[in-house]
């Protein structure tokens, strides 16, 4: 039961946070972006494209804690949210942000370091979401696992564009920061214990 | 000087009066039935004597429409009270902006400490509806109640050494939540050349839309220098001191490579990660498009004298 329940519950908790915004931007159920809507409509989309990715990145660790299969199962469709929220973004910024003025837009890509950050980030994506069916994993075999490390350096990035945007207060970059550490480092002990079992073995 | 002209007006952009007026009316009503409700908690102006007079200002007006008292009072920046647009609005409301005094100090013959009526009493407050923009890339128009800093700052009359004017806002991290962390050098300081500030259209700030300052706008005395980005605009003033050189200022200190001393909008100078080239006018929906941002925030008529010979990509 719990199981069964597991996928839909989660895809729900999903696009809670989308379905928040597009109340908010129509004023439906009460609901408000505030007086500087686009600006609202980016830290949300920011914000929940990180936290779809750090949660991702939680699987491993919670099925090696727990021994239990269930935690990888959500993975692929956390991943696909990270990226929609992702795209998300980008596509705010550029429509409504920037009035998808493609002169202004190569001008903040080329001048700002944070929006090349956050673009590479978002490029790195791509390819990930695009081999996340069935098909793909099986087509590319070994391969597969290889490309999607690619996720470790995609979240690295995202910390990173958001901690060269903010004004002043810092601590929430750094608290991303120290949880994709705990993330990593968890990874890097289990990587060493195994080699070291091999070595004895 | 000049009789001061908005560049940037089309006949379609002029709130007709009477809907400017009944909007008050409206707000005037909504606000009563909220104290009715709930007695004067959430006001922002309790214990706040009786309604202030003033006249209508129009030479120094742009004819823009205001943005709405909400929009003016739910989305600020004042870090005393918290980091997110509606902290101010959240927590300022228990602030005791009354009894207030303000101290005055340095280069100036009368010096010392006043209560804030001494302050006030003396000055004929008038409106005026001013361009505000923030140094974020967005605006709204305010109509302030104030009265000229020039007015204020020659009732303690400067000496010949004072050349800058630094402002203070109090430090109380028991009432201003945002001060026991460490984004800023509290207490927040802001400083001008005196030139700058005996400017007529610097305003010293006591209320908005014919209202005293709610709490998250600055109450009870604030600066508002409708050329330069809002941070200029410090709020909650406790002290005004006249000095001979340059004050150093909150922000210029926490990263001087992003705010400078003058902070005069200027379109043509970015900020390290955005363009000041466009500005969003808040109070819109999420389709509203940017508009160009002016120099000197439409201003340069009255103030670009002011700057004239120096290099303001190196003073931004």
Known sequence: MFDRALKPAIFLLASLPLLLLFAGAFGIAGQSLGPNPIREMLHVTGKTALNMLMITLMASPLREITGQLRWQRPRRMLGLFAFAYALLHFLVYAILELDLDFNDLAREISRRPFIIVGMVALLAMIPLAATSTDRMMRRLGRRWSALHKLVYPVALLGIWHYYWQVKADVTEPLLYAAALTLLLGFRALKRSRAARAANRG | ?316
């Not at chain 2, 918290?82 to 927590?91: A, H, N, T, V």
């Not at chain 2, 203070?168 to 030139?195: F, I, N």
């Not at chain 2, 909650?236 to 909150?250: D, G, L, M, N, Y």
Request: glycine share 6%.
């Open chain 2, 1 to 316: 000087m000049k009789r001061y002209s908005d560049p940037s007006i089309l006949p379609s952009a002029i709130t007709p009066e009477h809907e400017y007026f009944d909007r008050r009316r409206l707000l005037a009503a909504l606000a009563a039935s909220a104290a009715m409700i709930s007695g004067s908690v959430g006001s922002g102006i309790a214990a706040t004597p009786a309604p202030p007079s003033y006249t209508r200002n129009t030479k120094f007006s742009t004819r823009e429409a205001p943005n709405s008292w909400e929009d003016i009072t739910t989305y600020n920046n004042f870090y005393e009270f918290g980091l997110d647009k509606s902290d101010p609005y959240e927590r300022a409301q228990e602030f005791r902006s009354r009894p207030w005094t303000v101290e005055i100090a340095g280069e100036a013959e009368l010096r010392g400490k006043f209560t804030l009526e001494d302050i006030l009493k003396p000055h004929a407050l008038e409106e005026r509806i001013y361009r505000f923009r923030c140094v974020e890339a967005w605006s709204r128009i305010v109509p302030w109640l104030g009265f000229p800093l020039a007015d204020l700052l020659a009732r303690f009359k400067p000496t010949s050494k004072a050349k800058f004017v630094e402002f203070t806002t109090l430090l109380d991290p028991k009432q201003m939540p945002g001060q026991r962390s460490g984004v800023l050098d509290w207490p927040y300081r802001e400083a001008l050349r005196m030139d700058e500030a005996m400017h007529p259209l610097t305003l010293m700030v006591v209320g908005l839309y014919g209202k005293w300052l709610p709490n998250q706008s600055g109450a009870p005395l604030r600066l508002i220098v409708p050329w330069k980005y809002g941070f200029k605009g410090i709020k909650s003033i406790v002290k005004i001191r006249f000095t001979e050189r340059q004050p150093a200022t909150s922000w210029n200190i926490a990263a001087p490579d992003e705010y400078g001393f003058y902070a005069n909008v200027n379109p043509a100078v970015d900020h390290p990660r955005w363009s000041q080239a466009k500005e969003r006018r808040i109070g819109g929906n999420f389709l509203t498009s940017r508009i160009d941002t002016l120099p000197f925030n439409g201003y340069a008529n009255e103030v670009a004298a002011l700057y004239r010979g120096m290099d303001l990509r190196r003073y931004y």
